[in-house]
């Protein structure tokens, strides 16, 4: 029996040493690496969703063709740009057309115009829509909901030569349908589309009627996703119509408005070209003549394309500035941003 139990124990000791157990050898087990997880390529990834960067294809090529490309050209802003040299046999001049603009007499007439309008109709433009589709999410649908948001929205589809056609009409001293409301009530005329005082508020007060139905479809449809359970518990909890719109409604629709007002502040120096240079005239230009304006006269009229691209260029980093500035300001609010 001595003799068995010794040859087991040796057989043992010999299959151990052919056959190690993963335990006994630690330096084995330590070269071994787990086999990374296969993950697929990016021209796998783009290939299975395919159809979302077709319809993606569009967007960005409008981008690259008509806002990127074009950057090509800011280049004469700082050269004196001839259409026979070019954009890179132009001499390069530096900032010498940011120095002639900045100290030129238009500059502190053209800015301060430019802001006070714009000041002015985002004060209004932005926040009518929000109480026009607070309001109109009042009403019960029905045929009286759906007329009150195709009168709101139909001047949208109005261009701004015949919004401005109408306005000349419609406020002209002799026959405007204003003055003449204003007579009958024992008052005098105004002309108001000669007059540099009555420029900004006719500005705004049409750009409202034109512009604040597409914006209240933006807020109808940010209202259309807050849940109805909220304003079922509310009514429950005996909440006036008053308190459901300030506790369920706004704060339902922050994100939208807090998104939409930095997009606003982006673009708060581009006032509508046509409009203001429609509607201006050699009566109101002390308070018409805005830098899209101006940069239309100097730029085409008097054909110095250089200067023109350095003012556009000026504004163009202020509303990038304006943009960088609240979107970082929502973001320490604690707000919706754009990144």
């Known amino acids: 029996m001595v003799d068995t139990a010794t040859r087991t124990i040796?057989?043992?000791?010999?299959?151990?040493?052919?056959?190690?157990?993963?335990?006994?050898?630690?330096?084995?087990?330590?070269?071994?690496?787990?086999?990374?997880?296969?993950?697929?390529?990016?021209?796998?990834?783009?290939?299975?969703?395919?159809?979302?960067?077709?319809?993606?294809?569009?967007?960005?090529?409008?981008f690259l063709v008509f806002k990127y490309w074009p950057m090509y050209g800011v280049q004469?802003?700082?050269r004196d740009y001839t259409p026979a040299g070019g954009f890179t046999e132009s001499p390069w001049?530096?900032?010498?057309?940011?120095?002639?603009?900045?100290?030129?007499?238009?500059?502190?007439?053209?800015?301060?115009?430019?802001?006070?309008?714009?000041?002015?109709?985002?004060?209004?433009?932005?926040?009518?829509?929000?109480?026009?589709?607070?309001?109109?999410?009042?009403?019960?649908?029905?045929r009286f909901r759906r007329f009150v948001q195709n009168v709101l929205y139909a001047p949208t589809f109005i261009s701004t030569v015949v919004v401005v056609g109408m306005l000349f009409i419609l406020l002209s001293p002799r026959a405007g349908l204003?003055?003449?409301?204003?007579?009958?009530?024992?008052?005098?005329?105004?002309?108001?589309?000669?007059?540099?005082?009555?420029?900004?508020?006719?500005?705004?007060?049409?750009?409202?009627?034109?512009e604040a139905g597409f914006n209240m479809v933006v807020y109808l449809?940010?209202?259309?996703?807050?849940?109805p359970a909220l304003h079922d518990a509310a009514k429950v909890d005996g909440a006036s119509r008053l308190r459901r719109v300030w506790h369920i409604d706004l704060p339902g629709i922050a994100p939208v408005i807090s998104v939409l007002f930095i997009l606003a502040v982006g673009n708060l120096?581009?006032?509508?070209?046509?409009?203001?240079?429609?509607?201006?005239?050699?009566?109101?230009?002390?308070?018409?003549?805005?830098?899209?304006t101006y940069i239309y006269q100097v730029g085409l009229q008097q054909a110095q394309f250089s200067y023109a691209a350095a003012i556009g260029l000026f504004n163009s980093l202020l509303n990038l500035a304006l943009l960088l500035t609240f979107n970082q300001v929502a973001r320490r609010a604690r707000q919706s941003s754009l990144w």
């Open 221 to 227: 449809a940010a209202l259309a996703g807050i849940d």
């Open 269 to 292: 120096l581009n006032l509508g070209f046509e409009k203001a240079l429609l509607m201006q005239t050699d009566l109101n230009i002390a308070a018409s003549q805005v830098t899209q």
């Open 76 to 78: 004469i802003a700082f």
């Open 93 to 142: 001049v530096g900032l010498e057309h940011f120095a002639r603009f900045f100290s030129s007499y238009q500059f502190g007439t053209v800015v301060s115009n430019t802001l006070l309008l714009a000041i002015v109709n985002l004060a209004f433009v932005f926040p009518i829509p929000i109480i026009l589709a607070l309001l109109v999410n009042q009403l019960a649908q029905g």
């Open 10 to 62: 040796s057989g043992t000791d010999a299959a151990s040493e052919q056959h190690p157990s993963p335990s006994s050898s630690p330096s084995r087990r330590s070269t071994r690496r787990p086999r990374p997880a296969r993950r697929s390529s990016r021209l796998q990834r783009v290939l299975r969703c395919w159809q979302l960067y077709v319809l993606l294809a569009p967007t960005l090529l409008y």
């Open 178 to 210: 204003v003055n003449n409301a204003i007579v009958l009530f024992g008052g005098e005329p105004i002309f108001f589309m000669g007059s540099a005082e009555w420029f900004r508020p006719v500005y705004v007060s049409s750009s409202v009627w034109q």
